[in-house]
């Protein structure tokens, strides 16, 4: 077998999995990242004796055996929480819906509620060709107008009907409590209602890890060490500046301090930024929303029992809370809140409105002293997918796809997938599709 020299640029998760199953083949690997970490969206950083994770917080088992293989056969199981249940609660209306991690719409005026069951019960189930239209056809009118429309505004900063359907799958919001028990679980049997009820007894699903110590970052860090023995070159503060391409084939990159050589790229980050660099076409770069993370550690344990908690206030700026208790088994009384708010909004300085919220909410007990608290921005955070930008994607994907010979576009950039099984099946099928992996 011939060894080819493979670049792979970005070093998320995408990067990382690409370049092991790369050297797998035999091929000569160089990792990059401008940043001065691996691991992207799933690093964890370490202040006050505690980790606070970055964006994602759990690692579920794919339906790929290789795949499973990579992420978990060095995780030491007694640094592992390992669970096949995730408690999430939702919080709507001054009220935390304890059953799952979905808005339960009981909380509705009893007009309202018997309004929504009705549509609910009687919605086309048409498919979306935008977001409103994905929660209308999908719920009815007064619950997309009751419940989502502002949540879709306080998330995404724009109207629904200017986003992609697609959005309807975020902060689990393509199901609703709508009914009791006994009545959901007779109705959930129905195809049709099962794809939109929320279950009120949770499902056992995939497996799923968390590290005890070290956060999301420490099997980040077992993953780099794999890559490592594979003989993977890992460039990390490394910006390239320049790309050349000869009819279609990406030859070399050029950073600041070397001309690397290419047979094959795979490239994580947005298209629109290779065909910038490459002088080729022009498609509009992603937008996100303007993002923050607050990390608080409290003297006692918080108090709700759940990993994640879902924020659907529109009042309120706190989106997802992640309570570390819950998710390492320890007694880390951490949380961590995702702030998404529009660009004019200045985030440092809402740390202590954050923390309020999480009283107001119930999180927290007013008498449960904040022992430590920071912010953190995320620079390219949560992506605003409007219909309009996916349309361009879509055009600049297939243009890109077909123009460039040899390069492999994958990872939540590639505009294909955007939560982490998705992207990282989707990347594992790509590079396997190259060759067989060993
Ligand atoms: C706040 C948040 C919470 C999330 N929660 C979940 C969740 O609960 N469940 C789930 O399934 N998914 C979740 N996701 C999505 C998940 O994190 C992503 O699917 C996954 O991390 C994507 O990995 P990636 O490698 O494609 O991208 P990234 O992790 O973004 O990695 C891209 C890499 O490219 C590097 N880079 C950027 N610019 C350059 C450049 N010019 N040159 C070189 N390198 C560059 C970056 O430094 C980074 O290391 C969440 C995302 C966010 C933002």
Redesign the pocket.
């Known amino acids: 077998m011939s060894s080819k020299k493979v670049v792979v640029?970005?070093?998320?998760?995408?990067?990382i999995t690409a370049a092991y199953f790369e050297a797998r083949k035999g091929n000569s690997v160089t990792l990059?990242?401008?940043?001065k970490r691996?691991?992207?969206?799933?690093k964890s950083d370490f202040s006050n004796g505690q980790y606070f994770d970055y964006?994602?917080?759990?690692f579920s088992e794919t339906i790929i055996p290789k795949l499973n293989d990579f992420l978990f056969s060095d995780l030491d199981c007694n640094n592992c929480v390992i669970t096949d249940k995730i408690e999430t609660y939702c919080y709507f209306n001054g009220e935390i819906n304890f059953k799952n991690a979905c808005v339960d719409i009981n909380s509705l005026t009893e007009q309202l509620y018997l309004k929504a069951c009705h549509e609910l019960m009687t919605a086309s189930d048409k498919a979306a060709n935008n977001l409103e239209s994905f929660f209308i056809n999908r719920f009815g009118k007064t619950i997309y107008e009751e419940v989502f429309k502002n949540v879709i505004k306080k998330y995404f900063g724009l109207d629904a009907h200017l986003l992609s359907e697609k959005m309807g799958y975020f902060f689990d919001m393509s199901r609703v409590i709508a009914f009791d028990g006994p009545a959901t679980k007779e109705l959930t049997k129905i195809d049709k209602f099962n794809r939109k009820l929320g279950h009120h007894v949770r499902e056992s699903g995939v497996a799923k890890y968390y590290p005890k110590v070290g956060g999301i970052g420490a099997i980040v860090d077992l993953l780099l060490k794999k890559v490592d023995r594979e003989g993977v070159n890992v460039k990390l503060s490394t910006?390239?500046q320049k790309v050349k391409e000869e009819k279609g084939k990406i030859i070399s990159l050029l950073t600041e301090d070397e001309k690397i050589k290419v047979d094959r790229l795979v490239w994580?980050?947005p298209s629109s930024?290779l065909t910038y660099l490459s002088g080729n076409k022009k498609g509009f770069p992603p937008k996100f929303r303007n993002?923050g993370l607050y990390d608080f550690t409290y003297e006692h344990p918080l108090n709700l029992k759940s990993v994640f908690l879902n924020v659907y206030d529109s009042n309120l700026y706190t989106g997802r809370v992640t309570l570390y208790q819950n998710l390492s088994k320890t007694n880390n009384y951490s949380c961590t809140v995702?702030v998404l708010t529009d660009h004019n909004v200045n985030l440092s300085r809402l740390i202590d409105t954050i923390q309020k919220e999480l009283i107001e909410i119930g999180v927290v007990d007013q008498n449960n002293q904040c022992v430590f608290k920071q912010f953190r921005p995320?620079k390219?955070?949560?992506p605003v997918l409007t219909t309009e930008f996916l349309e361009s994607q879509s055009e600049l994907s297939k243009y890109c796809e077909n123009y460039f010979k040899n390069v492999l576009f994958v990872?939540?950039?590639s505009g294909q997938a955007?939560?982490?099984?998705d992207?990282l099946t989707d990347t594992f099928e790509k590079v396997k599709g190259e060759s067989n992996v060993k």
């Open positions: 640029v970005g070093s998320g998760i995408t990067g990059i990242d401008s940043d691996a691991g992207g969206l799933l964006g994602t917080h759990i910006n390239i994580t980050l930024f993002t995702e995320i390219s955070g949560f990872g939540r950039n955007f939560f982490m099984n992207v």
